[in-house]
């Protein structure tokens, strides 16, 4: 089992920045990537990034590129999502999730889920 713990998220106004934090713990050597998603009110969740724990790969999702980085520490088995110039569309609760496989945007490819942590981006 893999244990997931998201923490960072509030309340700023729009142009701020937050950063996420997503801590890992449990079979941590069983996770291949560890993405970030995101559900706004009414909406289905979605992509947010993605990051292979080797450091292989990032990706992002287009709404987020060039705004958003997701980076990781291995020491501390914890990753991060920096989130700049936040717009109110950026509104969500976010989610961290582990995959034992080189996962990318898919949610059905990810094995553990956190419980997430508010993000509220007011105008």
């Known amino acids: 089992q893999v244990q997931l713990v998201e923490s960072g998220g509030g309340l700023v106004q729009a142009g701020g920045s937050l950063r996420l934090s997503c801590a890992a713990s449990g079979r941590t050597f069983r996770n291949s990537a560890m993405g970030w998603f995101r559900r706004a009110p009414g909406k289905d969740r979605e992509f947010v990034a993605v990051?292979?724990?080797?450091?292989?790969?990032?990706y992002y999702a287009d709404s987020v590129k060039g705004r958003f980085t997701i980076s990781g520490d291995n020491a501390k088995n914890t990753v991060y999502l920096q989130m700049n110039s936040l717009k109110p569309e950026d509104t969500a609760v976010y989610y961290c999730?582990?995959?034992?496989?080189?996962?990318?945007?898919?949610?059905?490819?990810?094995?553990?889920w956190g419980h997430g942590t508010q993000v509220t981006v007011s105008s």
């Open positions: 999730a582990a995959s034992s496989i080189p996962a990318m945007t898919r949610v059905h490819d990810y094995d553990y």
């Open positions: 990051i292979s724990w080797s450091g292989d790969y990032t």
